[in-house]
């Protein structure tokens, strides 16, 4: 499927990579160019945390106490953003569970809908996407895996590979 607007990305940083992990960052990058980030203040219960993770996002515990904004709050926030929208993920698999512990957690309706980002995805982006969105790290010498420079980074390599031609078919 051809788009020639960007959709909606959302993405989550988390503080673990199992089901035992908790969302500790939210990133979006709309398809009209506005952005939210915020970092999530852990709910007491949410005591999990994996040290390989951290390193990947570099958010620390600290950081999150100091920083972190109350779930609820995120999550009202993050409704108002959205205004009833579709956003898209390029990992829906743990994104959206992250999502639906924040929302249960803070005892919130989620107003928006999230999907994998491969619905819109039309066979040649597919093939072509892992090799343009380091093409664009490399090129925007990309530091910070963080939940906002990586939905901007989605949403750039989606645009670009979107707008890359088809190959002639074989005769």
Sequence with gaps: MQNHYPPTILDVEASGFG???FPIEIGVKRSDGARFCRLIKPYQSWTHWNSEAESLHGITRDVLSQYGIDGREVCIQLNTFMQNSTAYSDGWVVDYPWL???YAEAGIEMNFKL???EYL???NQMQHW???KQS???Q???KRHRASVDAELIQQTFMTTASMPM???AR
């Design 130 to 132: 892992h090799e343009v």
């Design 115 to 117: 999907t994998a980002l």
């Design 19 to 21: 089901s035992d992990s």
């Design 140 to 142: 925007q010498c990309v």
């Design 136 to 138: 664009l790290v490399n």
């Design 100 to 102: 639906i512990k924040l």
């Design 121 to 123: 995805l039309s066979e």
């Design 167 to 169: 190959p002639a078919l």
